[in-house]
């Protein structure tokens, strides 16, 4: 498996354009998660699906973002309108219920460096 | 989740044992501790992860006493190449791998 892939890799956008963030999980892992990385505020959780359903969006930042899961293999994160506050590194990971009282690994994409303008 | 805490950062020399320590004091019964290593311009990375005692991976060991209020990530002979920000987490198992990352140690390991 090539790991969990990410496009694009850097995305430099205007303000107020709408940007769309993609990820494709690891074949097999039903949990999938969406994070931002700054300077500031470190790595945090935005969202995570289980079998392509939300189950916590509690970490996504306004309306201004949302993320959808269409099938086992694809996920987007959009964000529309973007501001320059967006500017972040966005990851995605994947993970597989595990069996037994073990973390499952969270296996992460190269992540997507996002500038906006 | 247990709020975890862990110095800022770290220096090291090439060859040396480095031991990083977390507090997590309010460590719930079924919460995991777990570690991540993230290098510049790269998504983070599984260490290494355990629940009581001593584990011991390819890449390094854990150490958790027996109240689990705290942990000891060891790197033994620690190369350049290990210059990276480390990560403690505790989990509930339970949640499919959800990790709430904090600040992370910064190790630099120098010449």
């Known amino acids: 498996d090539a790991g969990v892939i990410q496009s694009p890799r850097h995305e430099v956008t205007e303000m107020g354009q709408e940007v769309t963030l993609r990820c494709k999980p690891i074949?097999?892992?039903?949990?999938l998660f969406w994070y931002r990385q700054t300077m500031m505020r470190g790595l945090e959780l935005l969202i995570y699906?289980?079998?392509?359903?939300?189950?916590?969006d509690s970490g996504m930042p306004e309306d201004r973002f949302s993320a959808k899961m269409p099938n086992a293999s694809f996920s987007t994160l959009k964000i529309q309108p973007s501001e320059p506050r967006d500017s972040a590194v966005y990851f995605c990971?994947?993970?597989?219920?595990?069996?037994?009282?073990?973390?499952?690994?969270?296996?992460f994409g190269q992540g997507t460096r996002l500038t906006v303008v | 989740l247990a709020k975890t805490t862990q110095p800022i950062s770290m220096d090291s020399y090439e060859g040396q044992e480095v031991n990083i320590t977390c507090s997590h004091n309010?460590?719930?019964?079924?919460?995991?501790i777990t570690w991540y290593q993230q290098f510049p311009s790269q998504g983070p990375r599984f260490i290494i992860q355990?629940?009581?005692t001593k584990v011991t991976n390819e890449v390094a060991s854990l150490f958790i006493p027996a109240d689990r209020k705290s942990s000891t990530l060891s790197l033994p002979r620690v190369s350049l190449s290990d210059t990276a920000v480390y990560y403690c987490?505790?989990?509930?198992?339970?949640?499919?791998?959800?990790?709430?990352f904090g600040q992370g140690t910064e190790l630099s390991v120098k010449p």
């Open positions: 987490l505790v989990a509930f198992y339970n949640q499919g791998g959800k990790l709430i």
């Open positions: 699906f289980n079998n392509n359903v939300p189950i916590d």
């Open positions: 074949s097999g892992h039903d949990y």
């Open positions: 990971a994947s993970s597989a219920s595990g069996t037994g009282e073990v973390i499952p690994e969270a296996f």
């Open positions: 355990g629940y009581k």
């Open positions: 309010n460590i719930a019964t079924n919460d995991y």
